[in-house]
């Protein structure tokens, strides 16, 4: 098995522009994590989704987040537009059953937002 | 929320030696778990552990649990250079998320 797959691994842009994060989870896991992690906040859980209906959004910062997943295989999150502040590393991770079970991470994506 | 806060936050060892780190949390959990992040890839899941049991190994790994003090420790015996990373621990507490602590670094001198 690959293993939770995000993409890209590194995204620099520019204030105001749109980024899109990618995830593939474990085939079969059917709860999926958003979270983001920095020096000073660490690891927060952003938003989460079993099989594929978004259950739990409180902790996405603002309406400029948004998560989509389309089907079983694939999620995004979308910052519109970004901001210097929204710099982070942003990991998805994969459980197969619910999120009190060990979940599985993926790479994370670095985010540079200038 | 609930959230694990392990202790110490930063700890520098020799290869060879015992390392522990604790973490403690605020309200009552079904389980805790332990996570490894090696510098720049994502958290990877060690051990887990109910509310009902009060220790646990893996390999060098043993945890323990003491719900009556809300606290856990996780000790890594013979350290290896490789067991460099930051530890996390976890805690879930029945509504499907988990809540990470910050973190503790652990450096392994060769």
Excluded at chain 1, 33 to 45: H, P, V
Excluded at chain 2, 75 to 92: G, M
Aim: net charge neutral; aromatic share 8%.
């Amino acid at each position: 098995d690959a293993g939770v797959i995000q993409s890209p691994r590194h995204e620099v842009t520019e204030m105001g522009q749109e980024v899109t994060l990618r995830c593939k989870p474990i085939s079969g896991h059917d709860y999926l994590f958003w979270y983001r992690q920095t020096m000073m906040r660490g690891l927060e859980l952003l938003i989460y989704f079993n099989n594929n209906v978004p259950i739990d959004d409180s902790g996405m910062p603002e309406d400029r987040f948004s998560a989509k997943m389309p089907n079983a295989s694939f999620s995004t999150l979308k910052i519109q537009p970004s901001e210097p502040r929204d710099s982070a590393v942003y990991f998805c991770a994969s459980s197969l059953t619910e999120g009190g079970y060990e979940q599985y991470f993926g790479p994370g994506t670095r985010l540079t937002v200038t | 929320s609930q959230q694990g806060e392990e202790d110490p936050q930063a700890l520098s060892i020799q290869e060879g030696e015992n390392a522990t780190m604790n973490c403690s949390y605020k309200t009552s959990i079904n389980n805790l778990q332990w996570y490894r992040q090696n510098s720049g890839r994502g958290l990877v899941h060690l051990i887990l552990i109910r509310s009902n049991e009060r220790e646990k190994h893996s390999g060098r790994l043993r945890v323990t649990l003491d719900t009556s003090k809300k606290s856990s420790s996780l000790l890594i015996t013979a350290s290896r250079a490789a067991d460099t990373a930051s530890y996390f621990c976890a805690t879930s507490h029945g509504n499907n998320r988990l809540a990470f602590g910050k973190g503790n670094q652990v450096v392994v001198i060769p």
